[in-house]
């Protein structure tokens, strides 16, 4: 009775253990069912402790449930795959394995996967040399900006950085360090010490002019491609070299959906989430793939860095004295649609990250700044919001300023857009507008006029001056003038 009754338990609590930010429905679309067992470790990383519900300790397995994502198994080619019912994502996340033919089948057309990333859903593309790639996926992926080479044969090799257990004389099983980043603005989601085990890998070129591509994993400097079946020569000429050839690359949409291609699906293989592995130069270890799964699927399925804005405020900081009794408002008063020009304002938003399982302060770069633009046509203002204060899930982030001598339709703006981080943009429109016949202040307080007043004084004192003169002064006697008569 005891697992009959987490049976009926399980749908409402795996809505709120599910740790994903955006959901917990996964496929997984794969050709082969019975390849599915080589990857038993990973799906039972992202389903957590869910699967074992029949156990007599169901409700403490649910209880303690780690990812908690709903699996869904299909095959490309089954009538039953559609990734929208009734015009809604009908799951949240994909998880593509290559296909075994030459294409996925018409439920999974490039068109249908961009209109699933445009409704926000998120996918992770697994690669490998030794499996097809669809050319509508090449075409899908240079529409990303993400170039695969045009010979489907074609391999990655690393002789100085390779498994000398596994890969003794193709040196195609590539040993990479993790992630370190080379700016100090971005945080490192995929960072940590170990060598990740990349067999049969897909090479990738990423395009220079694209924002939204970034790479988790590049190969190192002594890499290079080439085809096993061409001959000798052709090597003289790679698709790519060195450290422009990425392994596992990411692409997050304006909308934050994400999309990333893991170039080595065997890398997430059973085998060698802890494989034993030894370099050239090195001595034996450990494989670090299980970690960077972990850490490359939690990514890709909103599990971290997702930002989301809460609160935002703004309200005058402070008045003159002949204003208080007019229609510009009170001091505190949140979110007014006027100001008016040169007031002091004060603007506040609360930004929280999702990590894991559940909303906290965010832990941003301190070498990075979230800044507030005021504009109209171009930024008048553009200000760096200061961490005031922390809640228990988020932090206030607050900038004052004065508002510019020019009346029109502003706007407060945040726009806040990182390498993988999701991205924030607000906009809040405000009329400014100019000062009130009764809010001038009087001329003679006004030192700028004093030169003009004193004129004006001047010009009445020296009319008057002139008409007393005028008026007050004895016209001369007339003189007569006798002229010979002749």
Not at 137 to 160: G, Q, Y
């Amino acid at each position: 009775m005891r697992w009959l009754f987490a049976l009926l338990l399980a749908p409402f609590l795996t809505l709120t253990l599910a740790l994903s930010s955006s959901g917990n429905r996964l496929v997984v679309i794969s050709e082969d069912a019975a390849e599915q067992k080589k990857f038993s470790k990973l799906f039972g990383d992202l389903k957590g402790e869910l699967a074992e519900l029949i156990d007599e300790k169901a409700i403490a397995h649910i209880l303690r449930s780690d990812r908690g994502f709903l699996l869904s198994f299909e095959s490309p080619k089954s009538d039953k795959l559609n990734l929208f019912k009734h015009g809604e994502r009908e799951y949240d996340h994909v998880l593509l394995f290559p296909p075994k033919s030459k294409g996925y089948g018409p439920s999974l057309k490039p068109e249908t996967l961009l209109n699933f990333i445009n409704e926000q859903g998120n996918v992770l593309l697994l690669l490998s040399s030794e499996s097809s790639i669809p050319s509508a996926i090449s075409s899908l992926l240079l529409e990303f900006d993400i170039t695969l080479p045009s010979d489907k044969n074609t391999v990655t090799v690393d002789h100085f950085n390779h498994d000398t257990i596994s890969a003794t004389d193709k040196h195609d099983v590539l040993l990479v360090p993790r992630l370190s980043m080379a700016r100090s603005d971005v945080k490192n989601f995929f960072g940590g010490e170990g060598l990740v085990a990349l067999p049969h890998a897909v090479p990738q070129t990423l395009g220079n002019t694209s924002p939204l591509l970034n790479s988790i994993l590049r190969a190192q400097s002594t890499a290079y491609t080439y085809n096993p079946k061409d001959e000798p020569e052709s090597s003289d000429d790679p698709f790519a070299t060195g450290e422009q050839i990425s392994l596992v690359s990411a692409l997050q949409a304006r909308n934050s959906a994400r999309f990333t291609v893991f170039g080595s699906m065997e890398a997430l293989e059973d085998k060698m989430f802890d494989a034993s592995i030894k370099a050239p130069s090195g001595e034996k270890t450990k494989s670090v793939n299980q970690a960077f799964a972990e850490q490359v699927t939690k990514w890709t399925f909103k599990e971290t860095g997702v930002l989301k804005t809460g609160n935002i405020e703004h309200y005058l900081t402070s008045i003159s004295e002949e204003a208080k009794n007019t229609t510009i408002g009170k001091i505190g008063d949140l979110n007014p649609k006027i100001y008016r020009v040169k007031n002091d304002v004060t603007f506040n938003i609360e930004i929280s990250e999702y990590t894991s399982d559940q909303y906290s302060p965010p832990s941003l770069p301190s070498t990075d700044d979230v800044q507030l633009e005021f504009t109209m046509l171009s930024p008048f203002h553009r200000l760096p919001l200061v961490s005031t204060r922390n809640t228990r899930n988020s932090t206030v982030y607050s900038t004052s300023f004065t508002t510019p001598d020019q009346h029109g339709i502003f706007s407060f703006r945040v726009n806040y857009k990182r390498p993988f981080f999701t991205n924030i943009e607000i906009k809040e429109e405000v009329t400014i507008r100019h000062f009130a016949h009764d809010e001038y202040p009087r001329s003679w307080l006004i030192s700028g006029g004093w030169v003009w007043i004193a004129g004006i004084w001047v010009t009445v004192a020296g009319w008057v001056g002139f008409v007393a003169i005028w008026l007050w002064s004895e016209p001369g006697s007339p003189q007569v003038s006798l002229k010979k008569k002749q």
